[in-house]
């Protein structure tokens, strides 16, 4: 694969070291041997460390390739602050940063890894596509709870909050570390309240910042939204409230009130499945789709629809949405908008504002590589911030230039993911076996296959056998984890 820098001559020659001649004696090198006695300066005397970027983007929805290192568009600001820094790398610890790409599924890509034909050492990818479900369960992967005499993982303002590392975790060991403060980087979160404030505007319907200012955005105030943002009067296209899947209305409305799937006890662990919590979201969100099933837009169940209602065909004042969409689609093709978080229930905390992680993208170091020292040391280097995004300050700023008009509205889109529930869905084969399951077909009504709504003690009643059989498989044996991360 074409190795996408530009180098100088001097810099090629001193990285055509082989990695095979550098490790002759795998089991006697390790990083202190890099580190000169006099100096104490880390010296990796030219080693080239090969690595694969998965091709595609899992927040940012970019394609990942030659021109677009780490799906930053070549040729802008995030591009070249990337590349920057893997130069100042390479100059700082005398090594090269060799990029390809690894366009392979999972299996795949575990069955090139046990035939030994693997040539990259280190990897970029979505943590759900690769790192946790298929490489870190079969072994290939490196534990970086190892290696912590070479990068910080503990450092939560660099790799983010035990909600995050959980994504990057198996079994209690973590397998990845993903860079948090890179812009458009943060884990993929669920859901982003964006308003097309032309249409609020024209048929005067409440304006969301309002209810936070006042403190107030709250299940009653969503309500009035819902209730009051639609208008079927002599429009040739009906104007909707809401643009959303009907189940991630169900589970924000849970984790706005406290929900949580599995907490460690010392007698093993609790849920709140079941839990009263959770029943008063189901319910609330059964009557709010019972008495306003007309202010939604149709839902499909299918993500793509539910943004194309909002971008394309402008019909809805809201859109229940990630972030990565906003970045990528809303910016281009809305031209008026604000944004807002999901509103806290009766039993949540006011203002930590409810959302649903799913992915992040994460740096991981094969075992079949010889130098996982060196290799965590460039990792932990390349995690910090960018050059001219050091600080939060830094990215707000970006934001409210970039991507949305108010600082308040930077604020809600740049901190979404860290209140966030991690969602367990990658654990799912079927639309019938995972956790997400518990929101898709538990608490759904009905809205995408068109049957009426089930009563919900039958619902909850087909679900109670399922999900504490997919705790105690998935969730308890990670509790170790949360030790490693501190609070």
């Given at each position: 694969m074409k190795n996408i820098f530009k180098k100088a001559a001097a810099l090629a020659v001193a990285g055509?070291?082989?990695?095979?001649?550098?490790?002759?004696?795998?089991?006697?090198?390790?990083?202190?041997?890099?580190?000169?006695?006099?100096?104490?300066?880390?010296?990796?005397?030219?080693?080239?460390?090969?690595?694969?970027?998965?091709?595609?983007?899992?927040?940012?929805?970019?394609?990942?390739?030659?021109?677009?290192?780490?799906?930053?568009?070549?040729?802008t600001e995030l591009a070249d602050a990337v590349l920057a820094r893997i130069s100042d790398i390479e100059n700082d610890l005398n090594c090269s940063i060799e990029l390809s790409l690894i366009d392979v599924d999972g299996d795949v890509l575990a069955a090139q890894l046990f035939a030994d034909s693997v040539k990259q050492e280190v990897l970029y990818s979505p943590s759900h596509a690769l790192t946790r479900k298929y490489l870190a369960a079969a072994g290939y992967l490196e534990k970086v709870n190892n290696y912590g005499d070479y990068i910080d993982y503990t450092n939560t303002e660099k790799y983010g909050e035990i909600n995050i590392q959980e994504m990057n975790a198996v079994n209690g060991d973590l397998y990845a570390v993903s860079p948090i403060t890179w812009m458009f980087k943060q884990p993929r979160a669920l859901e982003l309240i964006v308003i097309n404030e032309d249409l609020r505007s024209k048929y005067n319907t409440p304006r969301i910042q309002e209810y936070i200012e006042n403190g107030v955005w709250n299940w009653d105030s969503f309500e009035e939204f819902i209730a009051n943002s639609s208008n079927k009067d002599n429009e040739e296209t009906p104007i909707y409230s809401l643009s959303a899947r009907g189940f991630d209305v169900a589970k924000l409305l849970a984790y706005g009130n406290g929900f949580v799937l599995a907490t460690e006890t010392a007698d093993g662990y609790v849920t709140d499945f079941g839990a009263d919590n959770m029943m008063e979201a189901a319910q609330f969100y059964y009557d709010l789709r019972a008495k306003y099933s007309?202010?939604?837009?149709?839902?499909?169940?299918?993500?793509?629809?539910?943004?194309?209602?909002?971008?394309?065909?402008?019909?809805?004042?809201?859109c229940l949405t990630a972030a990565s969409i906003l970045y990528n689609d809303i910016v281009y093709e809305i031209q008026n908008y604000s944004v807002a978080p999901f509103p806290t229930g009766p039993r949540g905390e006011y203002g930590k504002w409810p959302s649903a992680i799913e992915a992040t993208e994460s740096f991981s170091v094969f075992n079949t590589g010889e130098n996982p020292e060196a290799n965590f040391t460039i990792i932990d280097r390349l995690c910090d911030p960018l050059e001219g995004f050091e600080t939060e300050e830094d990215r707000f700023e970006y934001l409210s230039t970039n991507v949305v008009f108010t600082i308040e509205d930077a604020e809600y889109a740049m901190n979404l993911y860290k209140n966030g529930m991690y969602t367990h869905w990658v654990f799912s084969d079927s639309a019938e076996n995972g956790f997400d399951d518990l929101w898709r077909a538990g608490i759904e009504d009905g809205a995408v296959d068109g049957d009426k709504p089930r009563a919900l003690s039958v619902v909850m009643e087909e679900l109670k056998n399922i999900y504490p059989a997919l705790i105690e498989e998935f969730i308890v044996p990670n509790f170790p984890v949360y030790e490693l991360i501190p609070n």
């Open positions: 055509i070291m082989s990695v095979s001649a550098l490790t002759a004696c795998a089991q006697e090198v390790t990083l202190l041997d890099f580190i000169e006695a006099d100096t104490g300066k880390t010296d990796f005397d030219g080693y080239v460390c090969k690595l694969g970027m998965y091709t595609l983007s899992d927040n940012t929805g970019m394609l990942i390739d030659e021109n677009n290192p780490f799906g930053y568009k070549e040729n007309e202010n939604f837009a149709p839902d499909t169940g299918d993500w793509v629809d539910v943004n194309e209602h909002f971008i394309d065909l402008k019909d809805s004042v809201a």
